[in-house]
């Protein structure tokens, strides 16, 4: 009988700028692409909106998403290819986050400044993600 393996990574999401319209949207792509591999998402978090270095299929400035996840060592590679393919975003990087505790990785503050931006930047009327919103930040072990 094998034994799966699973450990902690750090994923970093490069979106262009104009995903900040749909951060909901955006966030629930990567949600959907690490859970469709067997990955189980301690926090997301919006990091940061920046200028880039250098133009990327013509992008000035992006947004970044990042995730703390454990998944399957084995669909890692699963996992890039599917960053890879994926049309909305510009680049990916997953590393081992070895490194960190799980008080760490589940960033309540984080979360809830997330789950805030969400549901400020949601138009009026929209009950979409209501409950994302509403929900607490999951508790530190």
Known sequence: ????????????????????????????????????????ICSITKWDERRLAYDIAGNKRGLYILAYFTAPTAMLKEIER?????????????????HLTTEQMNDAEGQA?????????????????EAMAAAPAPAAE
Not at 86 to 93: G, I, T
């Open 1 to 40: 009988m094998t034994e799966t393996r699973t450990a902690q990574y750090e994923g970093m999401f490069l979106f262009p700028q104009s995903a900040v319209a749909d951060l909901q949207g955006t966030v629930e792509t990567v949600k959907q692409m690490l859970t469709a591999r067997g990955a189980t």
């Open 82 to 98: 599917d960053c890879n393919l994926n049309e909305r975003m510009l680049r990916s990087l997953v590393t081992r986050a070895d």
């Open 113 to 129: 400044k997330l789950a805030m931006e969400m549901k400020l930047r949601r138009p009026e009327g929209d009950e979409t993600g």
